[in-house]
Structure formats: C-alpha cells, structure tokens
C-alpha cells in the first residue's frame, strides 16, 4: 500500500493531475482546485490509501504538478 498526499490550500488549480488520474482526481466547482477523491483532510492535508495498480498514473500526476502539491509515500 502507499499513501497519496495532498497539500490542497498550495494546489494552483491547472487540472494536470485531473486529466492524469481522473479516477483518483477531480476539479471542485466551488474554488477551483483539485480533490482527492476518497481522502481524509487534517490540518489542509489530504491523504488516501493507493493500490498498487494506481501508482502509474497517480506517479505521473505527481511529476506533472506545477506546484508541486502531491506525495505519494511508500
């Protein structure tokens, strides 16, 4: 199992990872910027539990980022 993080208050909202990993990703209409689907928040941090069968893309999200917004922890 690996853990994917989230820093959502720095996401800049460019949709990269959406357009990766859209089962794991998705754009909120209300402020613009990326939610990680099936994630626990604390303290801004969103974290959720990945397969192994989702780290491919959920890696190439992570390179993508601008920002920079995205761990995965192995």
Do not use: T
């Amino acid at each position: 199992m690996f853990k994917l993080i989230h820093y959502r208050n720095r996401c800049i909202g460019c949709n990269a990872c959406v357009e990766i990993a859209y089962n794991r990703w998705r754009m909120s209409k209300k402020d613009g910027k990326a939610v990680l689907l099936g994630a626990i928040e604390k303290k801004g941090i969103y974290q959720v539990q990945l397969n192994e069968d989702e780290l491919p893309e959920n890696e190439q999200a992570l390179e993508a980022c601008p920002v920079k917004v995205i761990q995965i922890v192995r």
